[in-house]
């Protein structure tokens, strides 16, 4: 839980907010940098969100690499829209000022979209795997009406996850009759030893080891195949599909990979140094900027969805185009410039779309 994460810091006299008092600078550069991170990351997920419900909407069409990426998306806009929260509380030195229960569902949401998010990339790697190793045998698994199933199986398994983090989620008192939000965890040194254990296994390592584990075997596959393979434009549609899918998982673990460690580090740390209380605050950064940088990612991997932008927030003019039906007269149509747009696509352009 990296909401200031009060509980963790908390160990005798010493707690985050002390922490902060001792580093000015740091606790004067994050909220400027939360901004940024915050600003930039709910602009770019809603561009992609926007982008694939309009092609939904145009083309009535949906791949199963759409939902992941739209799921994907709408987690990080949710992960996000608890920073500002965050800020506040950073700009208070630690003082929560939004009550209990917002307490309890900020907290709740900031974990839930952690986890959500892993599960999302661990479905995202097994389809992959599907798709470039079995594309033909299990084509009947990879369509958009199961995709739709796994994700609200992925929140489910959250929710169920995250159970620990609504029942001890509260507001821990400070000096001068002010509150923190934390999680107060009855026992503070075994419960939180064993809490971080489950957080790092069940959001972290385990998904790791799975995704790794996959795409080994898809790139073992792709190296040494001698089965038949499918359609060249298939082929190409499936490599640039699973090169961004793998650019995702790495961005996520690279962001969030300080973040665990540091969870792990501290708990043997009975006093944590301003060194450690800088290096988690950069920690919480990266994870924080994943969710900014995976809409980059999808713009910057993608000829396709860059397409697809365009054609979404241009807009729908419609123009006269002379039609010569016969040799003395000339017919005027109206023609939708989109329409004009997507038929131009067809014949200069090859598909990109991934695969069903």
């Not at 661990?122 to 995709?147: C, E, G, K, Q, S």
Request: charged share 10%; aromatic share 12%; proline share 6%.
């Amino acid at each position: 839980m990296d909401f200031l994460n009060v509980s963790y810091f908390s160990n005798g006299d010493l707690n985050l907010t002390r922490a902060e008092d001792d580093a000015p600078h740091c606790g004067a550069s994050l909220p400027v940098i939360f901004g940024i991170i915050c600003f930039l990351g709910i602009i770019g997920n809603c561009i992609v969100i926007y982008t694939i419900l309009k092609k939904t909407k145009c083309r009535a069409k949906q791949t199963v690499p759409d939902i992941f990426i739209l799921n994907l998306s709408i987690v990080d806009l949710l992960f996000l829209l608890g920073m500002p929260f965050l800020i506040h509380q950073l700009l208070g030195n630690g003082t929560w000022h939004f009550g209990a229960a917002m307490c309890t569902v900020i907290t709740a949401l900031d974990s839930n979209s952690q986890i959500v998010s892993t599960y999302i990339l661990t479905a995202m790697t097994l389809d992959r795997y599907l798709a470039t190793v079995h594309p033909i045998r299990f084509n009947h698994i990879r369509t958009p009406y199961i995709a739709v199933l796994v994700i609200g199986l992925v929140w489910v398994l959250s929710m169920f996850t995250i159970i620990p983090v609504w029942m001890y989620t509260g507001l821990m008192p400070l000096p001068d009759g002010l509150v923190a939000c934390a999680l107060l965890l009855p026992d503070l040194v075994n419960d939180t030893y064993w809490f971080t254990l489950y957080q790092f296994f069940l959001a972290f390592a385990i998904p790791l080891v799975i995704i790794c584990l996959v795409f080994f075997k898809i790139l073992q596959h792709m190296s040494a195949s001698v089965a038949p393979l499918p359609p060249r434009s298939l082929r190409v549609r499936t490599r640039k599909v699973t090169r961004m899918a793998v650019a995702i998982c790495l961005a996520f673990f690279t962001c969030w990979a300080p973040y665990y460690i540091l969870q792990l580090i501290h708990l043997g740390v009975q006093n944590p140094s301003i060194a450690f209380s800088y290096a988690y605050s950069i920690a919480i950064s990266m994870g924080y900027a994943n969710s900014c940088i995976n809409p980059f990612l999808y713009i910057g991997l993608s000829e396709t969805f860059k397409r697809h932008f365009l054609r979404a927030v241009r807009p729908i003019n419609r123009k006269f185009r002379v039609n010569p039906s016969t040799t003395d007269s000339v017919s005027m149509r109206i023609v939708p410039e989109g329409a004009q747009q997507e038929q131009a696509s067809r014949e200069m352009l090859p598909s990109n779309d991934p695969p069903q």
